[in-house]
């Protein structure tokens, strides 16, 4: 399996663009979750998805976030409008879950995602 | 509260010197933790976890850690690390029955010649 894969690797947009990262998760998985890097804040759950559906999006930072996940096999993080304090390394994995929650995450290697 | 602190936010250490990364949580459940790796410019890699059974748990580039559930905590060891080791180390904890893990705010070890 190629693990999980993130498109773009980088994006450089200008402030008030929309922007949208993509997910592929490892085949057979069924939860996916979307995490934000920065300096300032580490490693922050925004959302995450079981079996296509959203579980939990209290870690959306506000409204120009969207996330959706049409199909097994892909999701997508949206910004819009996007803006500078955006900037950061956005990281998705996944994970297949049983009720005991006994297995890791696997993630993707990340976008780097600039706002000028 | 369920939360997973990482007390050192840098660890600097010579080539060949032991190290220990400290991980501690607090949960009223039972937990299953992970250390990750994550080398610059590249996703976070596992290198370990313990979910049942012994309580010393062997990860990858001959890292081990132990659960210690009186302490609360899940320390990262390695007996003697090189220049290859320089990352950032990441504590995370799935509670019992919860579908995300909680990731401490990270470590980064750093290894001087």
């Known amino acids: 399996d190629a693990g999980v894969i993130q498109s773009p690797r980088h994006e450089v947009t200008e402030m008030g663009q929309e922007v949208t990262l993509r997910c592929k998760p490892i085949?057979?998985?069924?939860?996916l979750f979307w995490y934000r890097q920065t300096m300032m804040r580490g490693l922050e759950l925004l959302i995450y998805f079981n079996n296509n559906v959203p579980i939990d999006d209290s870690g959306m930072p506000e409204d120009r976030f969207s996330a959706k996940m049409p199909n097994a096999s892909f999701s997508t993080l949206k910004i819009q409008p996007s803006e500078p304090r955006d900037s950061a390394v956005y990281f998705c994995a996944s994970s297949f879950l049983t009720g005991q929650g006994r297995t890791e995450a696997f993630f993707g290697q990340g976008t780097r995602l600039t706002v000028v | 509260a369920q939360s997973v602190t990482q007390l050192d936010s840098q660890v600097p250490v010579f080539e060949e010197a032991p190290v220990e990364l400290r991980c501690n949580y607090s949960?009223?459940?039972?937990?299953?933790l992970f250390w990750y790796v994550q080398y610059p410019n590249q996703g976070l890699q596992l290198l370990l976890k313990?979910?049942?059974?012994?309580?010393l748990v062997k990860g990858i580039n001959g890292f081990e850690a132990e659960f210690n559930k009186s302490q609360t905590s899940f320390h990262l060891r390695k007996p003697s690390v090189h220049i290859s080791d320089t990352a950032e180390y990441f504590c995370?904890?799935?509670?019992?029955?919860?579908?995300?893990?909680?990731f401490g705010q990270g470590t980064r070890l750093t290894i001087n010649p």
């Open positions: 995370a904890v799935r509670f019992q029955g919860a579908q995300k893990l909680v």
């Open positions: 313990y979910l049942s059974g012994s309580t």
């Open positions: 949960s009223s459940v039972s937990v299953y």
């Open positions: 085949s057979g998985h069924n939860s």
